[in-house]
Nanobody, 121 residues
Framework: QVQLQESGPGLVKPSQTLSLTCSVS??????????WSWIRQPPGKGLEWMGV???????YFNPSLKSRTSISRDTSKNQFSLQLSSVTPEDTAVYYC?????????????WGQGTLVTVSS
C-alpha cells in the first residue's frame, strides 16, 4: 500500500524559501507512468495545483507559480521535494503531496495528509 507523508517547517518568515519533502512508502517514485504533485489550499480557499515531477524526472509547473517554484527528487530516499521562494503571508496554506497517473490535477489519485505552513514574521 503506497503512502505519502509531507514534512517540513510549519513556520516560514516572509521573503524566505519554503521547503517541504514528501516521503513515499510502499512504492517507488520511479515506477513508470506515475507523476508526483504538490498542491496547496490556503485557509478558506480552494485547492491550487503547484507542480509535478514525473517518474522519469520531468517537471511541470502552474504558470502562476513557476517563477518561484522548484520540484526535485531523491530516488535513493524515495522522496520528492518542493521549494517555493520569496514567500509572503499569502503563501500560508495546507500543502499536500499526491500521486497521479498523469501530470494534471484531474489525474491525482492518492494524497498525503497535508501539512500546514504559516508564513509570518
Amino acid at each position: 500500500q503506497v503512502q505519502l507523508q509531507e514534512s517540513g517547517p510549519g513556520l516560514v518568515k516572509p521573503s524566505q524559501t519554503l521547503s517541504l519533502t514528501c516521503s513515499v512508502s510502499g512504492g517507488s517514485i520511479t515506477t513508470s507512468s506515475y507523476a508526483w504533485s504538490w498542491i496547496r489550499q490556503p485557509p478558506g480557499k480552494g485547492l491550487e495545483w503547484m507542480g509535478v515531477i514525473t517518474y522519469d524526472d520531468s517537471t511541470y509547473f502552474n504558470p502562476s507559480l513557476k517563477s518561484r517554484t522548484s520540484i526535485s527528487r531523491d530516488t535513493s530516499k524515495n522522496q520528492f521535494s518542493l521549494q517555493l521562494s520569496s514567500v509572503t503571508p499569502e503563501d500560508t496554506a495546507v500543502y499536500y503531496c499526491a500521486r497521479g497517473t498523469g501530470t494534471g490535477y484531474r489525474f491525482l489519485e492518492l494524497w498525503g495528509q497535508g501539512t500546514l505552513v504559516t508564513v509570518s514574521s
